[in-house]
Protein backbone atom coordinates (compact mmCIF):
# COMPACT_ATOMS: atom_id res chain seq x y z
CA UNK A 1 0.00 0.00 0.00
CA UNK A 2 1.44 3.51 -0.97
CA UNK A 3 2.36 5.99 1.75
CA UNK A 4 1.00 9.46 1.44
CA UNK A 5 1.13 12.13 3.78
CA UNK A 6 -1.14 12.21 6.64
CA UNK A 7 -2.96 9.11 5.85
CA UNK A 8 -5.35 8.38 8.30
CA UNK A 9 -5.83 4.41 9.42
CA UNK A 10 -9.27 5.59 10.72
CA UNK A 11 -11.67 3.81 8.01
CA UNK A 12 -9.76 1.23 6.83
CA UNK A 13 -10.62 -2.44 6.57
CA UNK A 14 -8.58 -5.24 8.27
CA UNK A 15 -7.81 -6.05 4.42
CA UNK A 16 -5.94 -2.62 4.42
CA UNK A 17 -4.43 -2.47 7.77
CA UNK A 18 -3.21 -6.11 6.88
CA UNK A 19 -1.41 -4.35 3.88
CA UNK A 20 -0.52 -1.30 5.82
CA UNK A 21 1.97 -4.19 8.15
CA UNK A 22 2.92 -5.73 5.22
CA UNK A 23 4.44 -2.63 3.72
CA UNK A 24 6.51 -3.09 7.10
CA UNK A 25 7.18 -6.22 7.02
CA UNK A 26 5.26 -7.11 10.21
CA UNK A 27 3.71 -9.90 11.02
CA UNK A 28 -0.25 -10.48 9.66
CA UNK A 29 -1.31 -10.37 13.37
CA UNK A 30 -0.14 -6.70 13.69
CA UNK A 31 -3.77 -5.95 11.48
CA UNK A 32 -6.00 -7.35 13.99
CA UNK A 33 -3.93 -5.19 16.99
CA UNK A 34 -4.36 -1.89 14.92
CA UNK A 35 -7.79 -3.12 14.19
CA UNK A 36 -8.54 -3.69 17.85
CA UNK A 37 -6.77 -0.48 18.70
CA UNK A 38 -8.67 1.43 16.22
CA UNK A 39 -12.39 0.44 16.42
CA UNK A 40 -12.80 -1.37 19.83
CA UNK A 41 -10.16 0.52 22.22
CA UNK A 42 -10.92 4.01 20.48
CA UNK A 43 -7.57 5.08 20.67
CA UNK A 44 -7.25 8.39 18.95
CA UNK A 45 -2.81 8.60 19.62
CA UNK A 46 -0.65 6.39 17.79
CA UNK A 47 1.51 6.01 21.29
CA UNK A 48 -1.81 4.31 22.86
CA UNK A 49 -1.43 1.07 20.92
CA UNK A 50 1.32 -0.65 23.32
CA UNK A 51 0.31 -3.69 22.00
CA UNK A 52 2.44 -2.91 18.99
CA UNK A 53 6.06 -2.62 18.71
CA UNK A 54 7.52 0.82 19.52
CA UNK A 55 9.72 0.83 16.14
CA UNK A 56 6.74 0.22 14.70
CA UNK A 57 4.60 2.63 15.71
CA UNK A 58 7.62 5.21 15.14
CA UNK A 59 7.45 3.87 11.35
CA UNK A 60 3.89 4.67 10.91
CA UNK A 61 4.22 8.12 12.18
CA UNK A 62 7.56 8.80 10.32
CA UNK A 63 5.39 7.60 6.83
CA UNK A 64 2.70 10.12 7.96
CA UNK A 65 0.06 7.55 9.50
CA UNK A 66 -2.38 9.10 12.25
CA UNK A 67 -5.15 7.70 13.57
CA UNK A 68 -7.74 10.08 12.04
CA UNK A 69 -10.06 10.38 15.18
CA UNK A 70 -12.27 14.05 15.40
CA UNK A 71 -11.79 16.01 17.64
CA UNK A 72 -14.50 17.67 19.94
CA UNK A 73 -14.74 20.98 19.80
CA UNK A 74 -17.74 21.99 21.58
CA UNK A 75 -20.53 20.13 23.62
CA UNK A 76 -23.67 21.60 24.78
CA UNK A 77 -26.03 19.73 26.99
CA UNK A 78 -29.76 19.32 26.77
CA UNK A 79 -32.19 20.50 29.51
CA UNK A 80 -33.38 16.78 28.74
CA UNK A 81 -29.95 15.16 28.29
CA UNK A 82 -29.44 15.45 24.92
CA UNK A 83 -25.51 16.67 24.18
CA UNK A 84 -24.46 18.08 20.64
CA UNK A 85 -21.33 17.77 19.46
CA UNK A 86 -19.24 20.09 17.39
CA UNK A 87 -16.64 17.35 16.13
CA UNK A 88 -13.62 18.59 14.40
CA UNK A 89 -11.66 17.22 11.49
CA UNK A 90 -7.76 17.63 10.23
CA UNK A 91 -8.91 19.67 7.88
CA UNK A 92 -10.66 22.22 9.48
CA UNK A 93 -14.08 21.48 8.93
CA UNK A 94 -16.48 20.04 11.71
CA UNK A 95 -20.13 18.51 11.63
CA UNK A 96 -22.14 17.81 14.68
CA UNK A 97 -22.88 14.65 15.76
CA UNK A 98 -26.09 14.23 18.46
CA UNK A 99 -26.26 11.90 21.82
CA UNK A 100 -29.84 11.40 23.00
CA UNK A 101 -30.10 8.86 26.60
CA UNK A 102 -33.23 7.12 26.00
CA UNK A 103 -33.45 7.58 22.45
CA UNK A 104 -36.43 9.72 20.71
CA UNK A 105 -38.72 7.05 19.94
CA UNK A 106 -37.84 7.20 16.39
CA UNK A 107 -37.75 3.47 15.65
CA UNK A 108 -40.82 2.37 17.32
CA UNK A 109 -43.12 0.05 15.43
CA UNK A 110 -40.43 -0.40 12.73
CA UNK A 111 -40.40 -4.34 13.34
CA UNK A 112 -36.90 -4.56 14.74
CA UNK A 113 -36.18 -5.87 18.09
CA UNK A 114 -34.91 -2.06 18.86
CA UNK A 115 -38.41 -0.60 17.88
CA UNK A 116 -39.94 -3.48 19.92
CA UNK A 117 -38.25 -1.81 22.74
CA UNK A 118 -38.61 1.60 22.14
CA UNK A 119 -42.98 0.65 21.31
CA UNK A 120 -43.28 -1.09 24.92
CA UNK A 121 -41.58 1.63 26.42
CA UNK A 122 -43.78 4.30 24.61
CA UNK A 123 -46.68 2.49 26.81
CA UNK A 124 -45.72 2.67 29.70
CA UNK A 125 -44.56 6.01 30.06
CA UNK A 126 -44.64 6.43 34.06
CA UNK A 127 -41.55 4.24 34.44
CA UNK A 128 -39.49 6.03 37.10
CA UNK A 129 -36.18 7.85 35.68
CA UNK A 130 -33.82 6.00 35.69
CA UNK A 131 -30.25 6.03 37.64
CA UNK A 132 -28.23 5.73 34.05
CA UNK A 133 -29.59 5.23 30.50
CA UNK A 134 -30.24 2.04 29.50
CA UNK A 135 -30.36 2.75 25.89
CA UNK A 136 -29.01 5.72 23.79
CA UNK A 137 -29.26 6.85 19.88
CA UNK A 138 -26.35 8.67 18.01
CA UNK A 139 -27.41 10.88 15.07
CA UNK A 140 -24.93 10.80 12.94
CA UNK A 141 -23.83 12.98 9.83
CA UNK A 142 -22.71 11.99 6.34
CA UNK A 143 -21.59 15.43 4.70
CA UNK A 144 -20.49 18.36 6.12
CA UNK A 145 -23.64 20.75 5.18
CA UNK A 146 -26.18 19.36 2.33
CA UNK A 147 -27.34 19.67 -1.07
CA UNK A 148 -30.62 18.41 -1.06
CA UNK A 149 -31.81 21.95 -0.02
CA UNK A 150 -35.31 21.19 1.78
CA UNK A 151 -37.12 24.36 2.94
CA UNK A 152 -37.69 23.51 6.38
CA UNK A 153 -33.92 22.18 7.55
CA UNK A 154 -31.33 24.26 8.87
CA UNK A 155 -28.45 22.13 7.55
CA UNK A 156 -29.46 23.36 3.62
CA UNK A 157 -28.24 26.66 4.88
CA UNK A 158 -25.16 25.50 5.16
CA UNK A 159 -25.18 24.65 1.44
CA UNK A 160 -23.13 21.38 0.76
CA UNK A 161 -19.28 21.30 1.59
CA UNK A 162 -17.55 18.43 1.30
CA UNK A 163 -18.66 14.75 1.89
CA UNK A 164 -17.17 12.33 4.68
CA UNK A 165 -15.08 10.08 4.09
CA UNK A 166 -16.10 6.02 6.02
CA UNK A 167 -13.52 7.25 8.53
CA UNK A 168 -14.87 10.65 9.33
CA UNK A 169 -18.33 8.95 9.42
CA UNK A 170 -17.24 5.96 12.14
CA UNK A 171 -15.24 8.73 13.91
CA UNK A 172 -18.12 10.77 14.97
CA UNK A 173 -19.23 7.75 16.22
CA UNK A 174 -16.26 6.84 18.32
CA UNK A 175 -15.71 10.10 19.74
CA UNK A 176 -19.34 9.83 20.88
CA UNK A 177 -18.95 6.42 22.58
CA UNK A 178 -15.57 6.91 24.09
CA UNK A 179 -17.27 10.68 25.66
CA UNK A 180 -19.87 8.71 27.12
CA UNK A 181 -18.00 5.58 28.40
CA UNK A 182 -19.55 3.54 26.68
CA UNK A 183 -19.39 -0.37 27.22
CA UNK A 184 -20.41 -2.12 23.88
CA UNK A 185 -20.35 -5.44 25.59
CA UNK A 186 -22.64 -3.76 28.27
CA UNK A 187 -24.50 -0.57 26.71
CA UNK A 188 -27.43 -0.46 23.77
CA UNK A 189 -26.59 2.40 21.40
CA UNK A 190 -28.65 2.84 18.18
CA UNK A 191 -27.35 4.70 15.60
CA UNK A 192 -29.65 6.79 13.29
CA UNK A 193 -27.91 8.29 10.15
CA UNK A 194 -30.39 11.49 9.89
CA UNK A 195 -27.69 14.03 11.15
CA UNK A 196 -26.10 16.49 8.54
CA UNK A 197 -26.25 15.29 4.60
CA UNK A 198 -27.99 13.16 2.71
CA UNK A 199 -26.40 9.21 2.76
CA UNK A 200 -27.05 8.38 -0.82
CA UNK A 201 -25.64 10.94 -2.08
CA UNK A 202 -22.10 9.80 -0.32
CA UNK A 203 -23.05 6.09 -0.95
CA UNK A 204 -19.84 4.48 -0.97
CA UNK A 205 -18.28 5.89 1.75
CA UNK A 206 -21.23 5.57 3.98
CA UNK A 207 -21.59 1.37 3.15
CA UNK A 208 -17.89 1.29 4.20
CA UNK A 209 -18.27 3.25 7.19
CA UNK A 210 -21.89 0.58 8.13
CA UNK A 211 -19.51 -2.09 7.14
CA UNK A 212 -16.69 -1.19 9.24
CA UNK A 213 -19.21 -0.65 12.50
CA UNK A 214 -20.78 -3.95 11.97
CA UNK A 215 -17.10 -5.99 11.71
CA UNK A 216 -15.04 -4.09 13.90
CA UNK A 217 -16.22 -1.98 15.89
CA UNK A 218 -19.57 -4.49 16.72
CA UNK A 219 -22.36 -2.81 16.20
CA UNK A 220 -25.19 -4.90 14.57
CA UNK A 221 -27.04 -3.41 11.86
CA UNK A 222 -30.81 -4.25 12.93
CA UNK A 223 -29.48 -1.45 15.64
CA UNK A 224 -29.11 1.32 12.53
CA UNK A 225 -31.53 3.27 10.34
CA UNK A 226 -30.43 5.26 7.15
CA UNK A 227 -32.75 8.40 6.16
CA UNK A 228 -33.05 9.00 2.63
CA UNK A 229 -34.73 12.58 1.26
CA UNK A 230 -35.42 9.88 -2.14
CA UNK A 231 -32.58 8.99 -4.23
CA UNK A 232 -34.33 6.91 -6.43
CA UNK A 233 -31.43 4.96 -8.33
CA UNK A 234 -29.45 4.58 -4.87
CA UNK A 235 -32.98 2.69 -3.44
CA UNK A 236 -32.25 -0.53 -5.68
CA UNK A 237 -28.74 -0.26 -5.10
CA UNK A 238 -29.20 -0.58 -1.03
CA UNK A 239 -31.65 -2.76 -1.08
CA UNK A 240 -29.13 -5.65 -3.00
CA UNK A 241 -26.42 -5.26 0.15
CA UNK A 242 -25.60 -8.48 2.26
CA UNK A 243 -25.25 -5.92 5.36
CA UNK A 244 -27.52 -2.60 5.51
CA UNK A 245 -29.73 -0.86 8.13
CA UNK A 246 -33.23 -0.10 8.30
CA UNK A 247 -34.46 2.09 5.29
CA UNK A 248 -36.54 5.58 6.52
CA UNK A 249 -37.83 8.17 4.05
CA UNK A 250 -38.29 11.61 4.79
CA UNK A 251 -41.22 12.22 2.61
CA UNK A 252 -43.04 15.59 4.33
CA UNK A 253 -45.87 15.67 1.82
CA UNK A 254 -48.13 13.33 -0.31
CA UNK A 255 -48.19 14.66 -3.63
CA UNK A 256 -45.78 15.82 -6.46
CA UNK A 257 -46.86 20.11 -5.81
CA UNK A 258 -46.31 19.96 -2.46
CA UNK A 259 -43.19 17.74 -2.07
CA UNK A 260 -41.74 20.16 -4.87
CA UNK A 261 -42.26 23.26 -3.01
CA UNK A 262 -40.65 21.85 0.53
CA UNK A 263 -38.27 19.35 -1.06
CA UNK A 264 -37.22 20.99 -4.45
CA UNK A 265 -35.09 17.05 -4.87
CA UNK A 266 -38.31 16.01 -5.65
CA UNK A 267 -38.34 18.00 -9.43
CA UNK A 268 -35.26 15.32 -10.51
CA UNK A 269 -36.44 12.17 -8.53
CA UNK A 270 -40.70 12.40 -8.34
CA UNK A 271 -43.07 11.04 -5.67
CA UNK A 272 -43.85 8.50 -8.74
CA UNK A 273 -40.15 6.84 -9.30
CA UNK A 274 -40.11 6.83 -5.35
CA UNK A 275 -42.75 5.23 -4.39
CA UNK A 276 -42.19 2.82 -7.24
CA UNK A 277 -38.85 1.91 -5.70
CA UNK A 278 -40.24 1.59 -2.63
CA UNK A 279 -42.56 -0.69 -3.79
CA UNK A 280 -39.54 -3.31 -4.88
CA UNK A 281 -37.60 -2.46 -1.72
CA UNK A 282 -37.17 -5.63 -0.34
CA UNK A 283 -37.97 -5.78 3.00
CA UNK A 284 -36.21 -8.77 5.84
CA UNK A 285 -38.83 -9.97 7.97
CA UNK A 286 -41.44 -8.22 10.25
CA UNK A 287 -39.08 -4.99 8.42
CA UNK A 288 -41.30 -1.84 7.74
CA UNK A 289 -40.17 1.12 5.60
CA UNK A 290 -40.44 4.31 8.10
CA UNK A 291 -41.46 7.76 6.61
CA UNK A 292 -40.71 10.22 7.93
CA UNK A 293 -43.24 13.31 7.74
CA UNK A 294 -42.39 16.73 8.97
CA UNK A 295 -45.82 18.92 10.03
CA UNK A 296 -45.65 22.37 8.75
CA UNK A 297 -48.11 24.64 9.92
CA UNK A 298 -50.78 25.35 7.53
CA UNK A 299 -49.02 23.88 4.45
CA UNK A 300 -48.89 20.03 5.04
CA UNK A 301 -50.33 19.23 7.92
CA UNK A 302 -54.42 19.26 6.89
CA UNK A 303 -56.46 16.14 7.26
CA UNK A 304 -56.70 15.72 3.55
CA UNK A 305 -53.30 15.69 3.88
CA UNK A 306 -53.32 12.47 6.05
CA UNK A 307 -55.74 11.15 3.74
CA UNK A 308 -53.83 11.50 0.68
CA UNK A 309 -50.87 10.00 2.57
CA UNK A 310 -52.78 7.19 3.32
CA UNK A 311 -53.98 5.94 -0.34
CA UNK A 312 -49.97 6.99 -1.34
CA UNK A 313 -48.62 4.59 0.86
CA UNK A 314 -51.55 1.79 0.68
CA UNK A 315 -50.07 -1.74 0.39
CA UNK A 316 -46.82 -0.99 1.64
CA UNK A 317 -45.80 -2.63 5.08
CA UNK A 318 -44.78 1.20 6.36
CA UNK A 319 -44.93 3.09 9.60
CA UNK A 320 -44.63 6.47 10.01
CA UNK A 321 -43.08 9.19 11.82
CA UNK A 322 -44.73 12.59 12.25
CA UNK A 323 -42.53 15.43 13.14
CA UNK A 324 -43.97 18.46 14.92
CA UNK A 325 -41.46 21.43 12.99
CA UNK A 326 -38.70 22.16 14.92
CA UNK A 327 -38.47 26.07 14.63
CA UNK A 328 -35.17 27.48 13.79
CA UNK A 329 -33.78 31.26 12.47
CA UNK A 330 -34.02 31.81 8.44
CA UNK A 331 -36.98 28.82 8.88
CA UNK A 332 -39.93 30.14 7.03
CA UNK A 333 -42.68 28.13 8.46
CA UNK A 334 -44.72 27.55 11.45
CA UNK A 335 -44.71 25.11 14.16
CA UNK A 336 -48.02 23.30 13.65
CA UNK A 337 -51.15 23.16 16.41
CA UNK A 338 -50.89 20.07 18.82
CA UNK A 339 -54.84 19.39 17.65
CA UNK A 340 -53.99 19.30 14.33
CA UNK A 341 -50.61 16.90 14.72
CA UNK A 342 -53.06 14.69 16.65
CA UNK A 343 -56.14 14.68 13.89
CA UNK A 344 -52.98 13.46 11.07
CA UNK A 345 -51.95 10.95 13.18
CA UNK A 346 -55.41 9.86 13.82
CA UNK A 347 -56.68 9.30 9.86
CA UNK A 348 -53.42 7.35 9.62
CA UNK A 349 -53.79 5.06 12.58
CA UNK A 350 -57.58 4.44 11.62
CA UNK A 351 -56.17 3.15 8.26
CA UNK A 352 -54.12 0.35 10.17
CA UNK A 353 -51.08 2.63 9.78
CA UNK A 354 -48.88 2.65 12.56
CA UNK A 355 -47.98 6.39 13.32
CA UNK A 356 -46.13 7.12 15.79
CA UNK A 357 -45.31 11.29 16.84
CA UNK A 358 -41.43 11.62 16.70
CA UNK A 359 -40.87 13.15 20.82
CA UNK A 360 -38.04 16.34 20.09
CA UNK A 361 -34.96 15.94 21.57
CA UNK A 362 -32.43 19.41 22.58
CA UNK A 363 -34.84 21.60 21.23
CA UNK A 364 -33.18 24.23 23.52
CA UNK A 365 -29.38 23.69 21.71
CA UNK A 366 -30.82 23.19 18.55
CA UNK A 367 -30.06 19.35 18.35
CA UNK A 368 -33.61 18.84 17.11
CA UNK A 369 -34.54 16.95 13.56
CA UNK A 370 -34.08 19.91 11.07
CA UNK A 371 -32.00 22.36 13.18
CA UNK A 372 -28.09 20.56 12.21
CA UNK A 373 -26.26 23.68 11.56
CA UNK A 374 -23.41 25.01 13.42
CA UNK A 375 -23.48 25.15 16.77
CA UNK A 376 -21.68 28.09 17.95
CA UNK A 377 -23.46 30.32 15.43
CA UNK A 378 -26.85 28.86 16.73
CA UNK A 379 -25.56 29.15 20.74
CA UNK A 380 -24.48 32.80 20.25
CA UNK A 381 -28.38 33.45 18.57
CA UNK A 382 -30.02 31.81 21.27
CA UNK A 383 -32.95 29.46 21.71
Known sequence: MSQAQHTELLGLSFQ?????????????????????GLYRQMW??????????????????????TVGLPRVEKRFVS???TIRYLLAFSDGQSVETVWMPEGDGGEA??????????????SQPSKLRKERWQRATICVSSQVGCAVDCAFCMTALLGLRRNLSAGEIVGQILAV???????????????VFMGQGEPFLNYDNFMQAVRLLVEAVGIPESRMTVSTSGIVPRIADFGAEPVRPKLAVSLNAPNEVLRTQVM??????????????????????????????????????DVQHAREMVELIRGLRAKVNLIALNKG?????????????????????????????????GRDIYAACGQLKHATELMQLGP
Not at 17 to 26: K, M
Not at 45 to 59: A, H, N, S, V
Not at 332 to 340: H, L, M, Q, W
Open 16 to 36: QLTEVAEDFAQAPYRARQLLD
Open 44 to 65: SRLEQFTTLPPIFRQQLTDSGY
Open 79 to 81: LDG
Open 109 to 122: GDGSEVGDAELQEL
Open 177 to 191: LSDQAVEMQRDRVNL
Open 264 to 301: PITKKWTIEKLMAALREFPLRNRERITFEYVLLGGVND
Open 329 to 361: PEIPFSVPADEFVLAFQSVLTRAGIPTFIRRPR
